[in-house]
């Protein structure tokens, strides 16, 4: 029963500290996933705070693998930067002459960021983003869609004249 006890080390302070850390990034990655959710875009609720989770989980994992170093979690952090933004690019749609979902791509790849930077102890860096991204996506989007639309009358009235 001894080799159990030592290939199943159960840590509960550290579970503890872990699971808070998990729980932050998933906290500050909900108002995100909420904004995309009421903007009707592709990814939302759920997928932010999973990619925020996500990526906290992974560089914990770094952390407490031994040996580890900066090199190394620059490394798994390289590659979930590449991962999430191949997530993101799902999100992107080409539509004419048009391009859609690039702020959503966006706000998940600085999801990533969110947990990873709760991962690595520096939660008030996560919370500016959380706040900055949310605030970008929701107080701008009336600015965008009166921009769009003006164009868009614009291109109306240049197709009658040249019709």
């Known amino acids: 029963m001894e080799f159990l006890t030592k ?6 302070q550290q ?5 808070l850390r998990i729980a932050i990034a998933f906290l500050l990655a909900v108002p995100i996933g909420w904004e995309r959710l009421q903007s009707e875009r592709s990814l ?4 932010f705070p999973i990619v ?3 990526a906290c989980g992974y560089v914990l994992i770094t952390k407490q693998i031994s040996g580890s170093t900066p090199e190394s979690e620059a490394r798994i952090i390289a590659g979930l930067l590449s991962g999430i933004g191949f997530i993101g690019g799902g999100a992107i749609l080409k539509e004419g002459g048009n391009v859609k979902g690039l702020a959503t791509a966006s706000g998940i790849w600085v999801t990533g960021a969110i947990g ?3 991962a ?12 900055i991204t949310f ?3 929701r107080l701008l989007s009336p600015v965008v869609h009166s921009n769009q639309s003006t164009n868009n009358s614009d291109s109306q009235e240049t197709d009658q004249k040249i019709n």
Request: proline share 0%.
């Open 116 to 118: 990873a930077s709760v």
């Open 15 to 19: 579970t503890v500290i872990d699971f």
């Open 120 to 131: 690595l102890g520096r939660e008030e860096i996560a919370l500016v983003l959380s706040l």
């Open 135 to 137: 605030c970008t996506l």
């Open 52 to 54: 925020a989770i996500g």
């Open 44 to 47: 939302g609720l759920r997928t």
């Open 7 to 12: 290939a199943f080390s159960f840590d509960l």
